[in-house]
């Protein structure tokens, strides 16, 4: 079936570093992909998008890229700050199954000053 | 404009009690998704209408869970004889068809429904 499999958390990185959340799909389809974010006490909010091979997404700095031939789509972001904390979601969609989200396990992002 | 909108923020009921949980999506939206997160289970799919009818129920867990949508606007969970295992944050989602092919969902600020 169709599946979206995230690097564990919870992640702890120092202000200014690099980050990296690993994700790889299984589709049955060709699918679009999202991060989504959860910041604490808030929603879900779309963070980032793309719908096509080598599309990459961007938003507030974060970006990610998708890639057929690796079925993944990794989210970056080059210098991270305090208020990125917060619990990041990989997600999946097929347009013939009217969109419905397939949802990672979520990574919990700590950034410490 | 206003995003999605549910009712009531927060449950507390009692093991075996029916509740109903609201959705108001964004005015316009056509596609209106039902999702539960839970701590074992994470994000989970339930229920999606397209307008009012319901292509896809394949998320619902058991026939104790329930779901309408009238006038192609406001939806409602229900949710009968409550199970201590049914306590989760239950979230609504809504979207139009973009451009691109993808239905991009804006969520609410969910239920958070625990059954004492």
């Known amino acids: 079936g169709d599946s979206v499999t995230q690097m564990e958390g919870p992640v702890t990185l120092s202000e200014e570093a690099f980050l990296t959340i690993n994700c790889t799909y299984t589709?049955?389809?060709?699918?679009?992909l999202f991060w989504y974010v959860q910041y604490p006490g808030e929603g879900l909010q779309l963070l980032l998008k793309?719908?096509?091979?080598?599309d990459k997404g961007s938003n507030k700095g974060f970006e990610a890229t998708y890639r057929k031939e690796t079925t993944s789509f990794h989210l970056e972001k080059g210098s991270v700050q305090v208020s990125d904390s917060a619990v990041y979601f990989c997600?999946?969609?097929?347009?013939?199954?009217?969109?419905?989200?397939?949802f990672g396990q979520g990574t919990e992002l700590s950034v410490k000053p | 404009g206003a995003g999605v909108s549910q009712s009531p923020s927060n449950k507390v009921t009692e093991k075996g009690k029916d509740v109903e949980l609201r959705c108001d999506p964004i005015?316009?939206?056509?596609?209106l998704y039902w999702y539960r997160q839970s701590l074992g289970q994470g994000l989970e799919f339930l229920i999606y209408?397209?307008?009012?009818?319901?292509?896809?129920k394949s998320g619902l867990p058991s026939d104790r869970f329930s779901a309408e949508r009238t006038g192609g606007s406001v939806s409602t969970l229900t949710i009968q004889r409550t199970q201590q295992e049914d306590s989760a944050v239950y979230l609504c989602?809504?979207?139009?068809?973009?451009?691109?092919?993808?239905?991009?969902?804006?969520f609410g600020p969910g239920t958070r429904l625990t059954v004492t």
């Open positions: 989602a809504s979207s139009s068809y973009r451009d691109s092919g993808t239905y991009e969902q804006y």
């Open positions: 589709a049955t389809g060709y699918p679009s």
């Open positions: 793309a719908t096509k091979a080598d």
């Open positions: 997600a999946l969609s097929l347009y013939n199954q009217g969109g419905k989200l397939i």
């Open positions: 005015s316009g939206h056509t596609a």
């Open positions: 209408f397209q307008g009012n009818s319901a292509p896809d």
